[in-house]
Every structure is written in structure tokens, then in C-alpha cells.
């Protein structure tokens, strides 16, 4: 079972590896010992072909519950770069996944322009917003913080509210849900799905490359001390607020993209209730890593509805007692355990 | 903050620049990868529109070629409901409670037409977000029938695109707002209860009739339900004697509405019209106690009417509580031997025991089932199209929870099945329903979409 994609026959790619630069994930120490698995990009591979052949085989429900899954997965994945990679609580990212979800809903619904270009738009947006909240907001910390992004997030629903005229108000607006072009033979569903997957591609790819870059690392420097880091030249002001600007942009990206898969949106749907699960499913996924989301978005898409069949009151109870559970045993999350898991298994196989 | 940087984060800064000369290969690797993944895609992409599972939807054949039988057979008919059982409004879960006993009632005497209702209950939490995600669950993954019900204006609004671009009929959603009716563009969604126009019609009526020099006080919720019965009040009383000489508005996120009661008792008005939720309901209600030298006649809105909210009003204080009713009061002494009000009690028991009885929202679920029942009964075909050509027709369908004389009509041109209501005084505990029934439709007209409504609203008598 010798694979070549440990690092050690030294083709082009691998060879990198050995200087270093295919480093272990941020937040996983250098001379860490532990083993790891040792089939990543085939598993990697798989995880993708069977992601592209997911709508093609599943029912439509299915297809659609994986799109949302990938949807919070980008969300999670922006609220994880200040909360995994910077330290730094947020409580508010409810409020930028109002703001896409509103322009999208804006702009293909009200104005009537061709719905891709809602997505650069409501990055940008978002991406300013966040740079400029961020920038005052982040030189708090703790509760302080905490409370400010909360405020944020409980502000944008009245104000959604009380520009009616523009945002349909309390009532919401409808969404034209992205029709497939015809050339393409898809199902809605099916349509939507590989949508969201190829922007769901793009952000893990360009999350990946951000903390692998410098800014990655220096953002990993201030988390883990602040003072060392600026003797080293590293500014925890302008990294910390570039990371939230980062973040606020992957929820605008996912309110975007909301929008269209649910093709409704109101003030109710984003409510500072929606900060906190979001919140609760980074720490759930696993903070700092990048499966971390992606299981997160499994968590917040299926948990509450597979308890709601054991009772009314259900749902509620049990994502709390799993949150416990999970902060108690398993402080590194889902993705964490699933890093553990997979060690034992390569160990067992006396590989890796 | 007093822990030394680890090693990997310090070697992480003292290495970023080197790194930099290292960035080709990268990108020549993940561009490999990217072109990897867009081969992939290609390869899969021809598949597109062929799907594993799941055929093509099921249809009739026959007299009802073509038409939808999803969901329904020759014995069992499924029906999917969603309901908030939790957060906010999970008052109105009660509803679902209601309806689940009058299905049993059914079943257990045969069904209807032989079928056996079997009835999905989810929760939406009043969010309409996960309306849309248990709507779908239950349309494409349990393949209901039909959608009854769903609750609240904004639940409704997100999911009638849905249940239209699927042609699921989405009937008796439990809102009063009145677009469901005026809306053209969705035929397959369609209400129940009278809406907030015809209540806020009723009112007008009344003062028309025994007050009719009233100056008015409006208290409204600054939204669509508030707007929605205010409009109509106003519309109702142009061309009257009838003035509106004071108006106060609350966000429903507002804590109180003390500061509004007070600038309303100030105009002295002899009539308070309360277009509120229950919360501020009985605030308005404590308030209007408090101040002994403003005594109006003190018009509640039914949102606002439940039980704990009238526990807690003073009689003594207030005067007169009136509002409009339709369905009837368990509560009322009057009902004590009516059959219909007896199997509802009794149902309740075997079915739903942990429902309150006395519950405006169990009796409107119960009364709404029966309703459903009626539609199905009168099915031409047992197709989704049949359903809805049913409650697109009703014709004066009697329901015996309702109160005498109110039935269910539509039509063409004529999307709100109940219109007409009683007044009700609040005493001793209870509703009690005096005067007659009022017809809103006989009376003013049609209610119209809110564009046209403004100018040719006073079309009234």
C-alpha cells in the first residue's frame, strides 16, 4: 500500500513538501509526532468525485439538504478565520448573511439583473462592511467584543424592517431561484447544488491558500501571542481586521448563495439566534481546522431535523446537550475527532 | 496572554518570506488539481437531467388524465403541515394539536371517502427559512398531497412560491393577511379565516351602527398585520360620520406601549381600537385600566384574544371589551350542550390530551380540519388539481364549530372562504357573541388588492 503522496519520493510537488512549505495545518505544531492520514489527496479525490456525483444520484430533497450543507460550510468556514484562526469571538456574522442574502435578493429580484453578478457584489459589499467594523471592533476583546458583534447582529432585522419599501419589510421578499440553462439538461436542484459546490471549491481553496500565506501565519502568530508577534512585525490591528473583513465576505458569499437555494428571504430568517448556532456549530466543527465547516454545515443541516422526529421540544435540547458534550470531550470538534479517528486507523494499518 | 508563543506559530513569521520563492510549484499543483476537478465535472455533467432515483411524478388516468396523484390512493391521503411547535409563536402549535384530533375523529369513523388521513407535522420555529427546507422535505421526500397548513404571514410567503412552482396545493394557511386572496399569481395557495380587512370592516360596521359620531384612537403594530387592519379601518369608515382622531404605532420589538396609550388617552376618544399582538394586547388592556378618566369603548383585535391575556384583565375598570369572533367559545356557557362543541371536547380527550379545550387556536385547528374534510369530500377528481378546484369552489359549506350563520364560499374572483363575522363582548370570563352577523362582502364589496384599494375603497354600502 505505498502511496506517493506522503512526501517522500521526492517528485516536483512532493519535493516542496520537504522544504516546508507543505506544511502541517495551521494550528498543528511543528515535530508533532502524532500520526496522520496518510491518504489525503486520494481521499481528498474521492470526497470530490463523490460530491460531483451526489446530485445524480440522490433525491432531490437530498441534493438540496447537501446544498445547504455546503452553504452554512462557506459561512462557517469565513466565521472560522476570525474565530479558529484569530482568536477572537464574533456573534454577529448573522447580520452579513442578511446583507448577501438582501442584495441578492435586491438585485435579481427588484432590479431584475442577471443573478451571477449579485455574488462579486455582495462580497464586496460585505468585505467592506466587515474591514470597517472590524477595524474599531476588534481592538475590544472578550465580552466587549462579544457584545459589539452582537449588537450588530441584533440591529440588521429592524433595520431590514424599517426600509420597507426597498426590502419588502417584516413580509420578506421572494427570490427568482438561478434557472439551469437549458444546454445543461439539470434539474433545479441539480443546477443549484453543483453552483454552490464550484463556490464552495473556490472558498476552501482560497481559505486554504490564505492561511498558508503569509497573512495565514501572521493571524496564527497574533492568536497565539500578540506581544511576541509585534516584536516580530506583525500589526495585530490590521491582520485582525483583515481577517474579519476576510470572514464577513464568505458570509456575504453565503448569504448570496442562500438566497438563491431557499428563493425567499425576510428579517426573521436572520435573527441574532442565527449568529449564536453559527457560532456554536464553528466550536461544534471544529475550530481552526478546515473540515471544521463542512461538518459544522452537517451538524446545523441535520441534527435538527433528524431530532424533531423524537418530539416537539426535542431539536433544542439536543443540540444543546451536544454542544456540552462536545466542548467537554472533544475541545478540537468534529474535525478534531475525525483527525484522531483517522490517525488510529493509519496507526493500525502501521502506515503514515 | 502571559504563555510564550508556540514554536510552530514563531517559526511560522520568522519563515514568511523565504516562502514566497516556493509559490510556483503551488500553483502549478493546485491548478493541476482545479483542472482535475473540472474533468470530473465534465465527465459527470452528460448525466445531467437523468437521476438515479425517483420516477417521474405520479398521474391519473381516466377522466382526470394528466392531473397529480401524489400522495393519495385508493385508502390513505397524506397531508403535511408545518407549524411552529417552538420559538415565538409556538402558541399556535396548538393548532396543529386541534387538527390532529379531528383527523382521528375521521379515521377512526372510515376516513374520508375510505381514505385515512395521515397527517406529517414540522416545525418551523416561525422562521420562514426552515419553512421552505420542512416544505420541501415534505412535497419531495414524504410526497404529501397537499401542504395544510402552514402559519403566520411570513412562513406562508416563503413557501407559496414553492408549493406554486411544484403545484402542490397549499390550502386554509392560518394568516389573515389579506393578499392571499387578492393575489392572482398564486392560485395554489389559498386562506381561511377572515382577513384583517373583514375584521377591521366589522369594527367600522358596528360603530357605523351604534356609534355613529365615535371619534376613534387607533393603537397598530407597525407592520403588514397592523397596517394591513388599520388600512382597512380607515377605508371602512370613509364616507361616515366615524373619525380616526388619534393614531400610535409600536415596533413589535418594542418593550411597551405605556408612551402610546398615554398620547391616545390625551385625545379623549370614545372608541380604542387595539390592532395588536397579545403581549401588547394586555399591556394596552392594563393601561387603559390604569387611566380612570379615559373610558372608552375598547375594541380588541382577535390576534390579541387568548386566554392568558384576558385572565389577567380588571372588568371592573375597563367597561366594554369587544371583538369579532367566528368560531365558537368552548368557554361559553351558551355551547354547554351543543353536539358539535361535545365531540370536539371528546375528541380532544382521546387524541390530543395534552391541548387546552378553551383554546381559541385548538378550536380553530379542529374547526380548520373540518373544514379541509369538507374540501376533500367534495373532490370531483382525487387529484391535487381536484383539491383545488374544491376549495376554489366552496359553496356555502357549513362547518358546526363555526358559529350559525357563517359559512365557507369561494368563487371565482373570490379567494377569502370565510367573510363574515360577529361581534363579541368580553364578560364574565368569556365571549359572548352579540348582534348579528355581518357579511363584510354584502356590505362593502370585495376586498381589493392594497393598490386598488386606496381610491376605490369607499365604495362601502
Same mark, same amino acid.
Given at each position: 500500500?505505498?502511496?506517493?503522496?506522503?512526501?517522500?519520493?521526492?517528485?516536483?510537488?512532493?519535493?516542496?513538501?520537504?522544504?516546508?512549505?507543505?506544511?502541517?495545518?495551521?494550528?498543528?505544531?511543528?515535530?508533532?509526532?502524532?500520526?496522520?492520514?496518510?491518504?489525503?489527496?486520494?481521499?481528498?479525490?474521492?470526497?470530490?468525485?463523490?460530491?460531483?456525483?451526489?446530485?445524480?444520484?440522490?433525491?432531490?430533497?437530498?441534493?438540496?439538504?447537501?446544498?445547504?450543507?455546503?452553504?452554512?460550510?462557506?459561512?462557517?468556514?469565513?466565521?472560522? %478565520?476570525?474565530?479558529?484562526?484569530?482568536?477572537?469571538?464574533?456573534?454577529?456574522?448573522?447580520?452579513?448573511?442578511?446583507?448577501?442574502?438582501?442584495?441578492?435578493?435586491?438585485?435579481?429580484?427588484?432590479?431584475?439583473?442577471?443573478?451571477?453578478?449579485?455574488?462579486?457584489?455582495?462580497?464586496?459589499?460585505?468585505?467592506?462592511?466587515?474591514?470597517?467594523?472590524?477595524?474599531?471592533?476588534?481592538?475590544?476583546?472578550?465580552?466587549?467584543?462579544?457584545?459589539?458583534?452582537?449588537?450588530?447582529?441584533?440591529?440588521?432585522?429592524?433595520?431590514?424592517?424599517?426600509?420597507?419599501?426597498?426590502?419588502?419589510?417584516?413580509?420578506?421578499?421572494?427570490?427568482?431561484?438561478?434557472?439551469?440553462?437549458?444546454?445543461?439538461?439539470?434539474?433545479?436542484?441539480?443546477?443549484?447544488?453543483?453552483?454552490?459546490?464550484?463556490?464552495?471549491?473556490?472558498?476552501?481553496?482560497?481559505?486554504?491558500?490564505? %492561511?498558508?500565506?503569509?497573512?495565514?501565519?501572521?493571524?496564527?502568530?497574533?492568536?497565539?501571542?500578540?506581544?511576541?508577534?509585534?516584536?516580530?512585525?506583525?500589526?495585530?490591528?490590521?491582520?485582525?481586521?483583515?481577517?474579519?473583513?476576510?470572514?464577513?465576505?464568505?458570509?456575504?458569499?453565503?448569504?448570496?448563495?442562500?438566497?438563491?437555494?431557499?428563493?425567499?428571504?425576510?428579517?426573521?430568517?436572520?435573527?441574532?439566534?442565527?449568529?449564536?448556532?453559527?457560532?456554536?456549530?464553528?466550536?461544534?466543527?471544529?475550530?481552526?481546522?478546515?473540515?471544521?465547516?463542512?461538518?459544522?454545515?452537517?451538524?446545523?443541516?441535520?441534527?435538527?431535523?433528524?431530532?424533531?422526529?423524537?418530539?416537539?421540544?426535542?431539536?433544542?435540547?439536543?443540540?444543546?446537550?451536544?454542544?456540552?458534550?462536545?466542548?467537554?470531550?472533544?475541545?478540537?470538534?468534529?474535525?478534531?475527532?475525525?483527525?484522531?479517528?483517522?490517525?488510529?486507523?493509519?496507526?493500525?494499518?502501521?502506515?503514515? | 496572554?502571559?504563555?510564550?508563543?508556540?514554536?510552530?506559530?514563531?517559526?511560522?513569521?520568522?519563515?514568511?518570506?523565504?516562502?514566497?520563492?516556493?509559490?510556483?510549484?503551488?500553483?502549478?499543483?493546485?491548478?493541476?488539481?482545479?483542472?482535475?476537478?473540472?474533468?470530473?465535472?465534465?465527465?459527470?455533467?452528460?448525466?445531467?437531467?437523468?437521476?438515479?432515483?425517483?420516477?417521474?411524478?405520479?398521474?391519473?388516468?381516466?377522466?382526470?388524465?394528466?392531473?397529480?396523484?401524489?400522495?393519495?390512493?385508493?385508502?390513505?391521503?397524506?397531508?403535511? *403541515?408545518?407549524?411552529?411547535?417552538?420559538?415565538?409563536?409556538?402558541?399556535?402549535?396548538?393548532?396543529?394539536?386541534?387538527?390532529?384530533?379531528?383527523?382521528?375523529?375521521?379515521? +377512526?369513523?372510515?376516513?374520508?371517502?375510505?381514505?385515512?388521513?395521515?397527517?406529517?407535522?414540522?416545525?418551523? *420555529?416561525?422562521?420562514?427559512?426552515?419553512?421552505?427546507?420542512?416544505?420541501?422535505?415534505?412535497?419531495?421526500?414524504?410526497?404529501?398531497?397537499?401542504?395544510?397548513?402552514?402559519?403566520?404571514?411570513?412562513?406562508?410567503?416563503?413557501?407559496? +412560491?414553492?408549493?406554486?412552482?411544484?403545484?402542490?396545493?397549499?390550502?386554509?394557511?392560518?394568516?389573515?393577511?389579506?393578499?392571499?386572496?387578492?393575489?392572482?399569481?398564486?392560485?395554489?395557495?389559498?386562506?381561511?379565516?377572515?382577513?384583517?380587512?373583514?375584521?377591521?370592516?366589522?369594527?367600522?360596521?358596528?360603530?357605523?351602527?351604534?356609534?355613529?359620531?365615535?371619534?376613534?384612537?387607533?393603537?397598530?403594530?407597525?407592520?403588514?398585520?397592523?397596517?394591513?387592519?388599520?388600512?382597512?379601518?380607515?377605508?371602512?369608515?370613509?364616507?361616515?360620520?366615524?373619525?380616526?382622531?388619534?393614531?400610535?404605532?409600536?415596533?413589535?420589538?418594542?418593550?411597551?406601549?405605556?408612551?402610546?396609550?398615554?398620547?391616545?388617552?390625551?385625545?379623549?376618544?370614545?372608541?380604542?381600537?387595539?390592532?395588536?399582538?397579545?403581549?401588547?394586547?394586555?399591556?394596552?388592556?392594563?393601561?387603559?385600566?390604569?387611566?380612570?378618566?379615559?373610558?372608552?369603548?375598547?375594541?380588541?383585535?382577535?390576534?390579541?384574544?387568548?386566554?392568558?391575556?384576558?385572565?389577567?384583565?380588571?372588568?371592573?375598570?375597563?367597561?366594554?371589551?369587544?371583538?369579532?369572533?367566528?368560531?365558537?367559545?368552548?368557554?361559553?356557557?351558551?355551547?354547554?350542550?351543543?353536539?358539535?362543541?361535545?365531540?370536539?371536547?371528546?375528541?380532544?380527550?382521546?387524541?390530543?390530551?395534552?391541548?387546552?379545550?378553551?383554546?381559541?387556536?385548538?378550536?380553530?385547528?379542529?374547526?380548520?380540519?373540518?373544514?379541509?374534510?369538507?374540501?376533500?369530500?367534495?373532490?370531483?377528481?382525487?387529484?391535487?388539481?381536484?383539491?383545488?378546484?374544491?376549495?376554489?369552489?366552496?359553496? +356555502?359549506?357549513?362547518?358546526?364549530?363555526?358559529?350559525?350563520?357563517?359559512?365557507?364560499?369561494?368563487?371565482?374572483?373570490?379567494?377569502?372562504?370565510?367573510?363574515?363575522?360577529?361581534?363579541?363582548?368580553?364578560?364574565?370570563?368569556?365571549?359572548?357573541?352579540?348582534?348579528?352577523?355581518?357579511?363584510?362582502?354584502?356590505?362593502?364589496?370585495?376586498?381589493?388588492?392594497?393598490?386598488? +384599494?386606496?381610491?376605490?375603497?369607499?365604495?362601502?354600502?
Amino acid at each position: 500500500m505505498r502511496h506517493g503522496n506522503d512526501g517522500r519520493e521526492g517528485t516536483g510537488v512532493n519535493a516542496v513538501a520537504q522544504t516546508g512549505h507543505r506544511r502541517l495545518a495551521v494550528g498543528r505544531m511543528a515535530g508533532d509526532r502524532r500520526r496522520v492520514w496518510p491518504w489525503q489527496r486520494t481521499t481528498l479525490a474521492a470526497l470530490a468525485v463523490a460530491a460531483c456525483a451526489a446530485p445524480f444520484v440522490l433525491e432531490p430533497y437530498r441534493v438540496f439538504q447537501l446544498t445547504m450543507v455546503l452553504v452554512y460550510g462557506i459561512a462557517l468556514l469565513g466565521l472560522n %478565520l476570525v474565530v479558529g484562526h484569530g482568536g477572537r469571538v464574533s456573534l454577529g456574522h448573522g447580520a452579513f448573511l442578511a446583507i448577501g442574502a438582501y442584495i441578492a435578493a435586491i438585485m435579481t429580484g427588484r432590479l431584475g439583473v442577471p443573478y451571477p453578478l449579485a455574488l462579486p457584489v455582495a462580497a464586496l459589499v460585505t468585505f467592506g462592511l466587515g474591514l470597517a467594523l472590524g477595524r474599531p471592533a476588534l481592538r475590544l476583546s472578550g465580552p466587549y467584543l462579544a457584545v459589539v458583534t452582537f449588537v450588530t447582529a441584533a440591529v440588521v432585522p429592524p433595520v431590514i424592517k424599517r426600509f420597507g419599501t426597498v426590502t419588502g419589510g417584516s413580509m420578506g421578499l421572494s427570490v427568482p431561484v438561478p434557472s439551469p440553462p437549458s444546454w445543461t439538461g439539470l434539474a433545479e436542484d441539480q443546477w443549484l447544488y453543483l453552483l454552490v459546490l464550484a463556490v464552495a471549491a473556490v472558498a476552501f481553496a482560497a481559505a486554504r491558500n490564505l %492561511l498558508e500565506s503569509r497573512a495565514g501565519r501572521a493571524l496564527t502568530a497574533v492568536r497565539e501571542n500578540p506581544a511576541a508577534a509585534e516584536i516580530l512585525g506583525v500589526r495585530p490591528g490590521s491582520h485582525r481586521a483583515l481577517a474579519f473583513g476576510w470572514s464577513a465576505m464568505y458570509a456575504g458569499v453565503a448569504g448570496t448563495l442562500y438566497a438563491w437555494v431557499v428563493g425567499f428571504v425576510s428579517p426573521d430568517s436572520f435573527t441574532v439566534t442565527l449568529s449564536i448556532v453559527l457560532l456554536a456549530a464553528v466550536v461544534i466543527g471544529g475550530p481552526g481546522s478546515l473540515a471544521g465547516p463542512l461538518l459544522g454545515g452537517v451538524f446545523v443541516t441535520f441534527v435538527p431535523a433528524a431530532a424533531q422526529r423524537a418530539g416537539d421540544a426535542i431539536p433544542g435540547i439536543v443540540s444543546g446537550l451536544l454542544i456540552i458534550v462536545v466542548v467537554c470531550f472533544a475541545p478540537t470538534g468534529l474535525a478534531g475527532l475525525l483527525r484522531m479517528a483517522a490517525g488510529g486507523v493509519a496507526r493500525r494499518l502501521g502506515r503514515g | 496572554m502571559t504563555g510564550g508563543m508556540s514554536y510552530g506559530a514563531a517559526r511560522a513569521v520568522a519563515r514568511s518570506t523565504p516562502r514566497g520563492a516556493a509559490r510556483g510549484p503551488a500553483v502549478r499543483g493546485a491548478a493541476v488539481r482545479g483542472a482535475a476537478m473540472a474533468a470530473a465535472l465534465v465527465l459527470v455533467l452528460p448525466l445531467g437531467g437523468c437521476r438515479l432515483t425517483g420516477g417521474p411524478e405520479a398521474v391519473a388516468t381516466g377522466s382526470c388524465a394528466g392531473q397529480q396523484v401524489t400522495g393519495i390512493t385508493e385508502d390513505t391521503v397524506k397531508v403535511g *403541515g408545518i407549524y411552529p411547535l417552538s420559538g415565538p409563536a409556538s402558541a399556535y402549535g396548538l393548532i396543529a394539536s386541534g387538527v390532529r384530533a379531528y383527523f382521528g375523529h375521521v379515521n +377512526d369513523g372510515g376516513g374520508v371517502d375510505g381514505r385515512k388521513i395521515e397527517f406529517l407535522v414540522r416545525d418551523d *420555529g416561525y422562521q420562514p427559512a426552515r419553512a421552505v427546507e420542512e416544505v420541501r422535505r415534505l412535497v419531495e421526500l414524504e410526497e404529501v398531497f397537499t401542504i395544510f397548513q402552514t402559519v403566520g404571514t411570513p412562513s406562508t410567503a416563503a413557501v407559496r +412560491d414553492y408549493a406554486g412552482r411544484r403545484r402542490v396545493p397549499q390550502v386554509f394557511v392560518a394568516t389573515g393577511a389579506s393578499r392571499w386572496g387578492t393575489d392572482g399569481g398564486y392560485p395554489w395557495t389559498i386562506g381561511y379565516q377572515p382577513s384583517y380587512v373583514a375584521e377591521a370592516r366589522v369594527y367600522a360596521q358596528h360603530l357605523k351602527e351604534t356609534m355613529p359620531w365615535a371619534t376613534v384612537a387607533v393603537l397598530y403594530q407597525n407592520d403588514d398585520f397592523g397596517r394591513d387592519l388599520r388600512d382597512g379601518f380607515a377605508d371602512a369608515i370613509r364616507g361616515s360620520e366615524v373619525r380616526i382622531v388619534a393614531e400610535q404605532s409600536y415596533e413589535v420589538t418594542d418593550p411597551g406601549v405605556q408612551g402610546q396609550l398615554a398620547n391616545l388617552a390625551s385625545s379623549g376618544a370614545d372608541v380604542l381600537l387595539s390592532v395588536t399582538t397579545p403581549k401588547f394586547g394586555a399591556q394596552a388592556l392594563a393601561v387603559d385600566a390604569a387611566v380612570t378618566s379615559w373610558n372608552p369603548l375598547h375594541i380588541l383585535n382577535s390576534v390579541a384574544v387568548s386566554p392568558a391575556v384576558m385572565e389577567t384583565v380588571d372588568t371592573g375598570k375597563v367597561p366594554e371589551i369587544v371583538s369579532a369572533v367566528y368560531q365558537k367559545d368552548p368557554a361559553n356557557p351558551e355551547w354547554e350542550d351543543d353536539p358539535a362543541v361535545e365531540v370536539y371536547r371528546r375528541s380532544l380527550l382521546s387524541y390530543a390530551p395534552e391541548a387546552d379545550p378553551a383554546a381559541p387556536q385548538t378550536v380553530f385547528g379542529w374547526t380548520v380540519a373540518q373544514a379541509f374534510v369538507e374540501a376533500l369530500r367534495r373532490m370531483e377528481c382525487p387529484t391535487r388539481e381536484g383539491l383545488l378546484e374544491a376549495v376554489r369552489n366552496l359553496d +356555502d359549506v357549513p362547518v358546526d364549530t363555526l358559529l350559525p350563520g357563517i359559512t365557507l364560499s369561494t368563487g371565482p374572483g373570490d379567494g377569502f372562504p370565510i367573510e363574515s363575522m360577529m361581534l363579541a363582548r368580553f364578560e364574565e370570563g368569556h365571549w359572548a357573541p352579540f348582534g348579528k352577523v355581518i357579511d363584510t362582502r354584502a356590505v362593502f364589496g370585495p376586498v381589493r388588492t392594497a393598490s386598488e +384599494d386606496s381610491p376605490a375603497g369607499s365604495s362601502a354600502g
